[in-house]
């Protein structure tokens, strides 16, 4: 599987932003996706899952309530809306695939909020 990622970008504490991964390859194989962010000097962490079928979805307490993850399988891409964002979102988002072959992760994209 194959994980390409758009959509971050330099916002305004408030601001909104939609990231963007699809996915390409044996993606039949996915069971779930997500997205993880990694901020500097900090361990990446998860910021909000998805299943395949389901639509079953989790999200870090930190982003609950300004953040939404949904998925199109016919296109099979995952979105992460941000609303509201604080500067202490800024990070490196990844997407994450799990599939039954293994994990698999975009190359990142950087999202910058200003206050």
């Known amino acids: 599987v194959q994980l390409v990622e758009s959509g971050g970008g330099l916002v305004q504490a408030g601001g909104s932003l939609r990231l963007s991964c699809a996915a390409s390859?044996?993606?039949?194989?996915?069971?779930?996706m997500g997205w993880y962010r990694q901020a500097p000097e900090k361990q990446r962490e998860l910021v909000a899952t998805?299943?395949?079928?389901?639509?079953?979805?989790n999200y870090a307490d930190s982003v609950k309530g300004r953040f939404t993850i949904s998925r199109d399988n016919a296109k099979n891409t995952m979105y992460l809306q941000m609303n509201n964002l604080k500067p202490e979102d800024t990070a490196v988002y990844y997407c994450?695939?799990?599939?039954?072959?293994?994990?698999?992760w975009g190359q990142g994209t950087q999202v910058t909020v200003s206050s």
């Open positions: 994450n695939v799990q599939s039954y072959y293994g994990i698999y």
């Open positions: 998805i299943t395949r079928r389901s639509g079953l979805t």
């Open positions: 390859g044996n993606t039949r194989s996915i069971n779930s």
